[in-house]
């Protein structure tokens, strides 16, 4: 399972992007951009939790390089419309008539799966009921998709359909490391009509990580009372955690790392 952020960190970011949820009817895409290592998929994995607690939670699907179907683009959107058929359950008949009619579409071109399993069922069903809260869909980690022109086909894809029928009542929230394939598609002109562009290092994550480093020493000091009696309290210092906080550089990568090295040194013998 993807670890979300822990209590307290990432704040002022996931209020951007509930704010973006709640609010912005002009860009119905918003895509999170950051470094490797900077939280992007804690952050997706926690605002789909308060979403799907909400009941605002469409669909999710999480890109992991070398994970077999999770780095394929191939159960992308057969996954989003199995999900989108149980989270709004009036598209399932829809869904389930289009499978049942051409069982291979799921083998077909992407524009053509994405307009027939997802597009056409959510606005069939938004006829019936104008009154329709957004849903969310959340796609992690596009740079880890094993297929980079398939991806960049799929942004267009999604940026076009949004262009073409701004009555959906469904938002989609991207997050991935910006990579030249990607960025060409999310920035694009005609796609920044609807695309709210976020970028994660445009928020401090120096207290974020001061937290985390707090939260994870303490748990580690306290869990090894005997090895840890003769060291004195806080550990580390106020002076040393300063340190360890510039060093990350607003890495959560050398932050889980090093805490992990730390960790795994107190359980030996």
């Known amino acids: 399972p993807i670890a979300k952020c822990l209590q307290g960190t990432h704040e002022q970011l996931i209020a951007t992007i509930i704010g973006w949820i709640d609010g912005d009817m002009d860009h119905l895409i918003c895509w999170l951009n950051g470094p490797a290592g900077s939280g992007k998929s804690a952050v997706s994995q926690t605002v789909a939790e308060l979403c799907d607690a909400s009941g605002r939670l469409a669909a999710s699907f999480f890109f992991l390089q070398g994970a077999g179907d999770r780095s394929r683009i191939a159960g992308l959107i057969p996954t989003l419309a199995y999900q989108l058929s149980i989270s709004i359950p009036t598209t399932k008949p829809f869904i389930q008539l289009v499978l049942h009619t051409d069982p291979l579409i799921v ?40 297929n980079r022109e398939l991806m960049a086909e799929f942004i267009e894809i999604i940026a076009d359909a949004y262009r073409e029928n701004c009555r959906l009542p469904l938002r989609v929230f991207f997050t991935s490391r910006v990579e030249e394939h990607l960025r060409k598609k999310l920035e694009a002109p005609a796609a920044c009509s609807v695309i709210y562009l976020l970028a994660l290092q445009d928020f401090d ?18 869990e090894n009372h005997r090895l840890m009696r003769d060291v004195p309290w806080p550990w580390p210092s106020h002076t040393d955690l300063a340190a360890l906080v510039r060093k990350a550089s607003g890495s959560f990568i050398f932050a889980f790392t090093l805490i992990n090295f730390v960790d795994d040194g107190a359980d030996l013998p």
């Open 107 to 146: 083998r077909q071109a992407l524009r053509h799966q994405f307009k027939k399993l997802v597009i056409k069922p959510i606005l069939t069903v938004t006829d019936t009921n104008t009154t329709m809260t957004p849903m969310i869909i959340f796609v992690d980690a596009l740079d880890e998709c094993d």
């Open 205 to 222: 994550a120096a207290n974020d990580i001061r937290k985390f480093f707090r939260h994870r020493f303490a748990t580690i000091y306290e």
